[in-house]
């Protein structure tokens, strides 16, 4: 598939349309005191256990590099309960963390989750509907030590879809009512499964996460393409070592 990307926006702060809901830029300009700034809304994010803040990221900024031990970013419990959401992500997978097959990027128990899994080496995007889980992988092969992917889940109701680097790789009929995570926290980093407001050890993850966003629309295809080559656009400094 050959697309034009003259056009791409150069700015990090666009694909901000009315949906646009949380977006952590994991800049050290908006870190201070342990807590990472919400740069569209109010959902701050509070860092745990010593994440190592002013890592290379996309686009030349700064990304947050997580040890796989119990790094992780607490967002707080907020930001579930949706009825049609987009979530995406860049992520470099530098190692298989966890005692279990999910190495949470970012994630809302019951209601969410964007994950590496490390038993197939692919992206999971997992919806809880109606008290259930629903799973959409990428199925793009080796993702582990193999640099920067753009990972986008998007659902608007009805339909379920993953993106790698700005391009469908599946979808799925997917539809009922989201969790509403009361007690569980957002996290980055790994998933709280046990409403304790803290990342669960079994979940962590292992290299970088950087420009986290949400949005409460399932963005269109040819947003997702925009904000990917946002964040990829040679213009802004993008490299992906
Ligand atoms: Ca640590
Ligand atoms: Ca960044």
Redesign the pocket.
């Known amino acids: 598939m050959t697309r034009d990307i003259s056009q791409a926006s150069t700015h990090?702060d666009k694909v901000r349309p009315a949906s646009a809901v949380s977006r952590w830029?994991?800049?050290s300009s908006d870190v201070s005191s342990g807590t990472l700034q919400d740069s569209w809304g109010s959902n701050d994010g509070s860092l745990n256990g010593g994440i190592t803040t002013g890592a290379s990221?996309?686009?030349g900024?700064?990304?947050f590099s997580f040890d796989g031990s119990d790094d992780y970013v607490a967002v707080g419990d907020v930001l579930g309960g949706f009825t049609r959401l987009t979530v995406s992500s860049?992520v470099k997978v530098t190692g298989s963390s966890s005692n279990s097959s999910y190495n949470v990027v970012v994630g809302n128990s019951g209601a969410y989750v964007l994950s590496y899994q490390d038993d197939t080496d692919d992206f999971l995007f997992r919806l809880g509907l109606d008290g259930g889980k629903v799973d959409l992988r990428a199925g793009i092969g080796s993702v582990i030590n193999t640099g920067w992917y753009h990972i986008t889940g998007t659902w608007d109701g009805s339909k379920q879809r993953i993106y790698v680097n700005g391009s469908k790789v599946s979808e799925q009929s997917a539809s009922g009512t989201m969790g509403d995570t009361s007690g569980k926290h957002m996290i980055m980093g790994s998933l709280d499964t046990n409403a304790d407001g803290q990342g669960q050890s079994k979940y962590m993850f292992k290299g970088k996460i950087?420009?986290v966003r949400i949005y409460s629309e399932a963005l269109s295809q040819q947003q997702v393409w925009k904000l990917y080559n946002v964040g990829r656009n040679a213009n802004w400094g993008f490299s992906r070592s």
């Open positions: 990090p830029s994991m800049d990221g996309v686009g900024s700064e990304a860049w950087d420009e």
